[in-house]
Structure formats: C-alpha cells, structure tokens
C-alpha cells in the first residue's frame, strides 16, 4: 500500500511549476518534500490532496487511482493540514476538529464522528482546550488542532504543507515529533513540504530534493543531503556532517566585506 | 512538593488522559449541541406568539383573542357573526399579511445575509454586496420613470425591480466565475455595480419630475405598507424552497467558511459549484424581497450576526436561527414603525436601523469573546 506519484505536471497559468514528477512512499513512511521557495514543494502536496488537478500524471494509492476517485472517496483516504490561517468566525476546538469528519456525515454527525473526533483530540492533547475558541490559541495550539482536524478526518495519507513555518522551536519539534508517532502507531503515510534541512533529516524516513518542478534527489536524508547537490539547488555552499546517527546540514557563511 | 509544581507547570503540555468517565457523558450533551435543537425550537414557537400579538397591536383595538379566533376562523372555516366582522377583516386583509410579509422578508434577507457571509468568509458582507439593491432600485426607478403620467401597476415595477436584480447579480456571477470566483473579485466586482446603479438611479431623479422623483424615492425606502397575500405567499414559498436546500448543504459551507477554500477542497467539497450555487440561491432570496418591499438594509447584516452570538457559528443551527431572528427584527421593527406615530405608519426600511443597532451594540458589548 504505498503512495506512488507518477509523471505529474501541473503548472499555473503559463508558469510550469511541476515537471514531471515521479515518487514512491511506503506505508507508514514519513517523507520530507524539500526545496527552496517555489521548487514545487507546496504543489505537489496540494496535487496529492486534491486541491488542484494536474495537467497529466497519476497519483495511486495501493494501486487506486487516487485523482479518479469521487471527492468524497478521495478525502476519506487522504488528509490535508495547510498552513495555519486566519478563521473569519468564532469556532470552539472542537468545532474545528469535527470538520474532519466533513466527508464522513450526511448532514448531522453522528455518534461514531464524535468519537474519532474525541479520539483525535486526546492524541493531540487539546482536551483542556476543547471548548475554547479558536481565536484565543496561539499558534502552536491552532496548528495542533489543524493536524487534529487531519486525523479525525481517519485518512490513510496525511499531507502537511509546511505546518511548521509559523511555530516556535519547541512546537516545530513537538509538531514534528507527533507527525511520526502517528506515522508509526497508526501506519499512516506522511509527506511533509518543509523547509528545515535538519528538521526533515532528524524525523524523516526519506528526503525528496525538489527544484524547478523536478526531483533532484530522493532516498534517506543521508543519501539526499549531498553537499554538490544542496549547494547547486540552493545556490549556497554547505557542509553535511553526520552527528548522533542523523544528518546536518550547515550553511557556508563568509564574511562580506565591505570596501569603504 | 517540587513534583506537583512540576505536574503544575506541566499542565500545558499534552496530556492523552481524559476526565473521568461520569461527568464526561454529563457533558456530552452539551458539547454535542444538544442545546441547541432546543433553542431552535424556543426560538420558533416565541416567533409564532411575536407574530400573533403583533397582529393584534394597533389603533383598532383588537386583542389577541380576536386574532385567534379570525386565525381559527380563515382556516377551519364557519361563521362570521356581525359584531366581529370588522375585526376579522382588519385581522385577515391588512394586519396578518403585512407582519408575515415584514416577518418573511426579514427572515429572507438574514438567512441570505448568513449564506454569503459564510461564502465569502467576510463577517462584513450582507446579501446586498453583490449589488443586488442598488440594480432592483433601478429597475423599479426605470418603469416609474418610464410610465411617466400615468400610474403604473405595482406588479410592473415589482418585476422590472426583480428582473434587474438577477440580470445584474448573473451578470457579476459570470463575471467572478471567469476569474475562478476569487472572493476578493466578488467583493470588488459587487462594489463597482453597486456605484454604477446608484449613479443609474441618481440620473433617473435627476431627471424626473416632481411626482415620479417622489415615487422613485418613496420605493426606495422599503416597506410592508402594501403587503397582500400575493406579495406574502412568493416570498414565503421562496424562503420555505430555499431552506432545506441550504440546509442540506450547511456542513460543506462550513468547510468553506471554517477551514478555507484549499482545506474544504481537501475535505470532499466541491467549493467553486457549491459557492455559485449558493450565491444563487442568496441572491434569489434578496432580489425577491427587494422587489416586492423595496430596499431594507441591516436586517441582511446584522440578522445573522445575533443568530451567530446566541447559537454559535456552525451553520447547521445558524442558518435557520438567522431566519428567526431575521424575521423578529423587521417583524418588530415593522411594529413599532406602525405605533410609535400612529396613525402615521413609518416604512420599516426606516425603523429597522433604530431597532436593530441598540440590540446589536448590546450583544456586542455583553458578550465575553470579541465578534469576529
């Protein structure tokens, strides 16, 4: 049962943002979509998703053609967390998870859908915060809610684009750390869009390099993290040092000097 | 001691463990929302009495009493017996169409109002936003104008109004669908229409008359002054086939409105049809009112804002609440507006802003979290 994306393209407009891409991510794996800022990362997370429709391609889950299923059928096995954005109305936490279970309901939930809901809220710890309002989380526990909103939601696939960007260090590790925990004790398959070289080579089974729309490379973060290719693809020397078994990746800084 | 400060300041950290077992099925009830079927419920039978002793307030000293007897008495049929005579036609022919009117129409507009606040994701936005108001103004402004000297019939101008209405509002749909009915071109393209009819009309007075320029204007006021039972069954059928179609798509509006356009993608919704469909569907509601009372702002805005402050945001109860407190807003507005100067009757279109900021600007102040 593995994720296999195959040949996708997709551009916006005229603009060509991904070229041909192919993958494979392995039940249960914790992939890392990396890259600098337009490579491509974000797309490819939102194509899985079902927020855009490629131009050609396919995306299959154990065999399924994942882009030809019905909407509901699609967001039964693949969950979404975007990065965490303003909610223009009152909504308690609970409230927030339960639109999860959108695709699961006709149109009142039933006993079943409070009990994922329940289910995803105690695994994130947000039952002390349950009946709070959105609005008054900070970001780290807003963006806990968005993934619980994705687990309630009982997918196979969970797709985050890069929930990590707007947290302090610690709730980037705890975010990260859960994501793997589920990945683990549930046997779900996780691919993150992430910018954190270190981060992603620290929880990641496996790295994918993207740079204009294509895969530069893919493997394990110490397979991928090649210093020729990091500092071709982001234009900056680096060095890849591995410390306690995981990979680290420092950037070069020379001093600019300045001639007055 | 250090653990338990320990334990303390660890409180904010995640902890699996739930309450224990009893008060947590206690609270279940509560949290599921069980409160609010209840609410909704309260809500619509304290409508059915607003309605019934609003009928029997005015000049003409009629009592509940009498309402319900001439009520009893057009449905079930039976005798009519001279002294009471009187008192059930004012009962039947002028007061029960008009508060159902001013009840319907303003529950219309708020049910409207709570659709496309929660379609665009803009608690700012009331069913006129798309220029709704402003092009039925000049539909009905255009046939005054062009009946000139003669009196026209009222049903001429109530379809001019509602054609142009829906001509305008489908012009604008077509328009934002071409750029993927970005919410951003809706609001813009709705406040360049806007600006135009308004100038349309501002010609059309500029133009006319005395007596047109008066009529013209008087329409704009909106009011429930001429309800007939004709003017209250198309609104009401309207509304009655437009609630449980919205209804039935209440928890993907609130995908969309919660979670955003890409999340409710995500999530098995079909957001660009269900938001033209919807859109439609409010613009329909609005554009109908519009024609037959004229333009009645606020209650659009501000009816789904009360529901939103009683019964929460999540549109399986708001937008029927919205319809509840819609409809108890002009239906008291409309009220008041008969009374306050009687026998002078002050259009609705007037009153309701007086009635509904104080309420309003109450809410707003006694609530514990901040409107958003």
């Known amino acids: 049962m593995s994720l296999q994306i195959d040949d996708v393209r997709f551009s916006y407009g005229k603009h060509l943002v991904l070229d041909g891409v192919s993958l494979e991510v392995a039940e249960g794996t914790f992939c890392a979509l990396l890259g600098p800022n337009g490579s491509g990362?974000?797309?490819?997370?939102?194509?899985?998703?079902?927020?855009?429709?490629?131009?050609?391609?396919?995306?299959?889950?154990?065999g399924v053609d994942v882009l030809g299923l019905g909407r509901r059928s699609h967001a039964r096995l693949i969950g979404y967390v975007p990065q965490s954005g303003e909610v223009p109305f009152d909504l308690t936490v609970r409230e927030a998870v339960l639109l999860g279970r959108t695709p699961h309901f006709g149109i009142g939930p039933g006993r079943s859908d409070w009990a994922k809901v329940d289910e995803a809220i105690a695994l994130l710890g947000l039952g002390e915060l349950e009946d709070r309002s959105l609005s008054e989380l900070s970001g780290g526990q807003a963006q806990r809610a968005l993934v619980a909103r994705a687990l309630a939601q009982d997918t196979r696939v969970l797709l985050l684009d890069e929930p990590t960007s707007a947290l302090d260090l610690r709730y980037q590790i705890e975010t990260l750390q859960l994501v793997r925990q589920i990945t683990r004790s549930h046997g779900i398959t996780a691919l993150i869009a992430i910018h954190d070289l270190n981060h992603a080579g620290r929880f990641c089974d496996q790295a994918v390099l993207l740079h204009r729309g294509r895969i530069q490379r893919a493997g394990t973060p110490q397979e991928a993290f090649d210093e020729a290719a990091l500092a071709a693809i982001y234009g900056l020397d680096v060095t890849v040092e591995e410390r306690e078994g995981y990979v680290e990746v420092r950037p070069v800084v020379r001093e600019i000097e300045y001639q007055i | 001691m250090t653990t338990s400060i320990a334990?303390?300041?660890?409180?904010?950290?995640?902890?699996?463990?739930?309450?224990?077992?009893?008060?947590?099925?206690?609270?279940l009830r509560r949290r599921t929302g069980a409160w609010r079927p209840l609410a909704l419920g309260a809500g619509a039978v304290a409508s059915a009495i607003a309605i019934v002793v609003a009928v029997g307030i005015g000049t003409a000293g009629i009592t509940p009493g009498d309402v319900?007897?001439?009520?009893?008495?057009?449905?079930f049929g039976g005798t009519l017996h001279g002294d009471f005579a009187q008192a059930y036609s004012i009962v039947t022919e002028l007061r029960l169409p008009r508060t159902l009117l001013a009840f319907g129409a303003g529950a219309a507009l708020s049910v409207a109002g709570a659709l496309m606040q929660g379609l665009l994701r803009n608690p700012l936005v009331s069913p006129f936003t798309l220029?709704?108001?402003?092009?039925a103004?000049?539909?009905?402004a255009l046939a005054i104008t062009l009946a000139g000297a003669q009196t026209v019939p009222a049903w001429v101008v109530i379809l001019s109004a509602l054609g142009m209405a829906l001509a305008v509002s489908a012009f604008v749909l077509s328009l934002a669908t071409a750029k993927k009915m970005a919410v951003a071109t809706l609001l813009l393209l709705g406040i360049a229409v806007t600006q135009l009819f308004e100038a349309l009309t501002s010609a059309l007075q500029f133009a006319a008359n005395e007596n047109t320029l008066q009529a013209i204007v008087r329409w704009t006021f909106g009011?429930?002054?001429?309800a007939t039972w004709s003017d209250v069954q198309v609104v009401w059928v309207v509304l009655v086939l437009a609630l449980p179609l919205v209804l039935w798509f209440a928890k993907d509006l609130n995908a969309i409105a919660f979670a955003g356009d890409d999340a409710a993608k995500s999530l098995g919704v079909n957001v660009g049809a269900l938001r033209v469909g919807l859109i439609v569907v409010a613009v329909l509601l609005a554009s109908v009112v519009v024609s037959f009372c004229g333009v009645i702002g606020f209650v659009g805005l501000v009816g789904p804002h009360i529901a939103r402050l009683v019964i929460g945001a999540d549109h399986r109860y708001l937008l029927p609440f919205s319809v509840l407190t819609g409809g108890l807003l002009l239906l008291l507005a409309d009220t008041v507006g008969r009374t306050v100067l009687a026998p002078a009757v002050i259009p609705v279109g007037i009153v309701v802003a007086f009635i509904g900021a104080p309420i309003f600007i109450n809410l707003i102040l006694t609530r514990k979290t901040a409107l958003r």
């Open chain 2, 223 to 226: 009011s429930v002054n001429d």
């Open chain 2, 7 to 27: 334990a303390e300041r660890d409180a904010g950290t995640p902890s699996p463990s739930g309450g224990a077992p009893a008060p947590r099925a206690d609270r």
């Open chain 1, 41 to 62: 990362k974000s797309t490819l997370t939102k194509v899985v998703a079902g927020v855009h429709r490629p131009a050609s391609g396919r995306v299959s889950f154990g």
């Open chain 2, 68 to 75: 319900w007897r001439a009520i009893v008495l057009a449905i």
């Open chain 2, 137 to 140: 103004a000049f539909g009905a």
């Open chain 2, 131 to 135: 220029g709704v108001s402003p092009a």
